[in-house]
């Protein structure tokens, strides 16, 4: 009888997580989507979020109300469970659980020089053939919002779905990891940080602590040995960090370890969070600190106009989820690891950096922060790419001086990859091909 009880009992707090994950899940997607991307909310709401996993048991009791005067999205579910997301200018969305969120200064602004438009090279017939291929796919298996392809730095094809277009920022998922990667790297550069020295967690200070031994380079490659899995079941730690807690960074530092740091490889964005509180806390523990410095030091050389980062409500930056740009902002991220992090003769990463990034750990095919290929998918060995929930993906490749974003939502095992590999070859194919007419602009400065 006490073990039917203490079963029914774990069943009902199971249950309670996942409907709570829910509606956090929805409410700072919605607003996000509003408030950030612009976008219409119910559209986003049957076209994504209905179609996720475990949503369809629960969608027909979600309730949601956007109140554009307040600048926030509340959800209902059943009645009880509720979730509430608050836009904050300069700052993004934040997924408030208590009745108040923190008062943060908005950034100073930085400046970031205009682009310039010049008239280039030709488009190819073909180019227009791959888009019209890779935005066939939708319906049953989702939906590409955006795609753009920089060669040598020049936008040679581009194409929105409607509603959507050139300055609209859209979420990179776990391609923000990536941008994390980067912000490590430029901390490297200028001396604050060694991807060799212990990770500087408060949680974990005690020598006794085998957590101690954890590195920031642990962290980038997902070696920590961290047992924090990342499923999106609704159930696993990283949906309860994202959804349910407000010290993201905290909750994931106190897990435990499932292996010896550096021995294994194990993907989940619990690294990438208490790598962006080290970020923090360097930069003067402040998300405006974090956001001037990643303006001034990242966005603003390479010319991202768009990007707006998401913070926890401890001001620690979500950098394992929740960074949005246009599609033409995170090919110019792109564009900084093909050009080997030098932008107009000023290095913004260290010497080396690209190396170590597209450094598959081993027994894995992931870099610090990075996808290598395998030799089974079909793309250039050589390329690099940074993959988000849902399909989202930038690919660089150096040997073709080729960058490629795809951004929507796809319902296809690991994100369509085959889809993805088919629209890169198409490209490649098409740009090694006889030009046919017409110009397409300069996007880089």
């Known amino acids: 009888m006490v073990v039917g009880l203490d079963a029914a009992l774990w069943l009902a707090s199971r249950l309670a997580c996942l409907l709570r994950v829910a509606t956090g899940l929805t409410s700072h997607t919605l607003a996000s989507a509003v408030f950030v991307s612009g976008l219409d909310a119910a559209s986003v709401y049957r076209q994504t979020l209905a179609r996720l996993p475990r949503m369809s048991l629960v969608r027909w009791a979600m309730r949601y109300r956007v109140d554009f005067g307040r600048g926030e999205v509340r959800v209902k579910l059943l009645g009880h469970f509720k979730s509430r997301t608050v836009f904050r200018p300069g700052f993004g969305c934040l997924l408030v659980r208590g009745t108040e969120a923190p008062g943060w200064d908005a950034p100073a602004v930085v400046s970031i020089l205009p682009l310039r438009a010049e008239r280039h090279k030709p488009t190819n017939s073909l180019l227009e053939t791959a888009l019209d291929r890779a935005f066939a796919l939708v319906g049953l298996q989702g939906w590409i919002h955006a795609v753009v392809v920089l060669h040598d730095g020049v936008l040679v094809a581009e194409r929105y779905a409607p509603g959507y277009g050139a300055e609209t920022p859209l979420p990179g998922w776990s391609v923000t990891k990536s941008v994390v990667n980067a912000l490590i790297g430029i901390l490297v550069r200028q001396g604050q940080l060694s991807v060799a020295q212990r990770a500087a967690v408060p949680e974990w200070q005690n020598p006794k602590d085998p957590r101690h031994a954890i590195t920031v380079d642990h962290l980038l490659q997902m070696r920590s040995g961290l047992a924090f899995a990342e499923t999106h079941s609704g159930f696993d730690p990283v949906s309860r960090m994202l959804y ?126 990075f996808w290598t290929v395998q030799e089974d998918w079909g793309m250039p060995r050589d390329a690099l790419l940074a993959r988000g929930f849902l399909g989202q993906a930038v690919v660089i490749v150096p040997s073709e001086r080729l960058v490629l974003v795809r951004l929507g939502e796809i319902f296809v095992a690991e994100g369509d990859r085959q889809g993805l590999t088919r629209l890169l070859v198409d490209v490649i194919r098409a740009l090694h091909a006889p030009s046919t007419g017409g110009h397409l602009e300069h996007v880089t400065r």
């Open 244 to 369: 349910l807690e407000g010290d993201m960074a905290g909750f994931a530092a106190r897990a435990r370890l499932r292996s010896a740091p550096g021995t294994e490889w194990y993907y989940s964005g619990g690294n990438t969070l208490i790598l962006s509180r080290i970020i923090r806390d360097l930069l003067g523990g402040h998300p405006r600190d974090v956001l001037q410095f990643t303006r001034e030091e990242l966005f603003a050389p390479t010319g991202m106009h768009s990007p707006v980062l998401e913070f926890d409500a401890t001001g620690t930056p979500i950098g394992s989820t929740y960074l949005f740009a246009s599609a033409r902002d995170w090919a110019r991220f792109g564009q900084l690891y093909l050009d080997g992090g030098v932008v107009n003769g000023r290095r913004i990463l260290p010497d080396g950096w690209l190396r170590y990034s597209s450094t598959p750990t081993a027994g894995s095919n992931y870099a610090a922060g």
